[in-house]
Nanobody, 122 residues
Framework: QVQLVESGGGSVQAGGSLRLSCVASGYTHSQYCMAWFRQAPGKEREWVARIDGFGGASYADSVKDRFTISKDNAKYTLYLQMNSLKPEDTSMYYC????????????????WGQGTQVTVSS
């Protein structure tokens, strides 16, 4: 059974930093695309960043140059380093994993975590 468990969320002031982690079990994620999404109350789920099986990363324009996605295959862990946080980054953050080669063009990932809350105050 595949499980993705996020941690690292919390409350910070604008300009601060947080690092989110997502530990995978039952899933050899090193070969496959993984991503971070976020969803604020009353808003649609938004893609944040993804990393493919070769380590190539992509970012949404809203977080580019502030967030960094990475993974440690030996620890079965996906990370999201978030710097220069803004109040508009406040959201529930979810990690997602794919079980086929390539990255989905949308949110068609096979596995999802339960989310971790990030709150940024001004």
């Amino acid at each position: 059974q595949v499980q993705l468990v996020e941690s690292g969320g919390g409350s910070v002031q604008a300009g601060g930093s947080l690092r989110l982690s997502c530990v995978a079990s039952g899933y050899t994620h090193s070969q496959y695309c993984m991503a971070w999404f976020r969803q604020a109350p009353g808003k649609e789920r938004e893609w944040v960043a993804r990393i493919d099986g070769f380590g190539g990363a992509s970012y949404a324009d809203s977080v580019k140059d502030r967030f960094t996605i990475s993974k440690d295959n030996a620890k079965y862990t996906l990370y999201l380093q978030m710097n220069s946080l803004k109040p508009e980054d406040t959201s529930m953050y979810y990690c997602a994993g794919h079980s086929r080669y390539g990255c989905p063009g949308d949110d068609d990932y096979d596995y999802w975590g339960q989310g971790t809350q990030v709150t940024v105050s001004s």
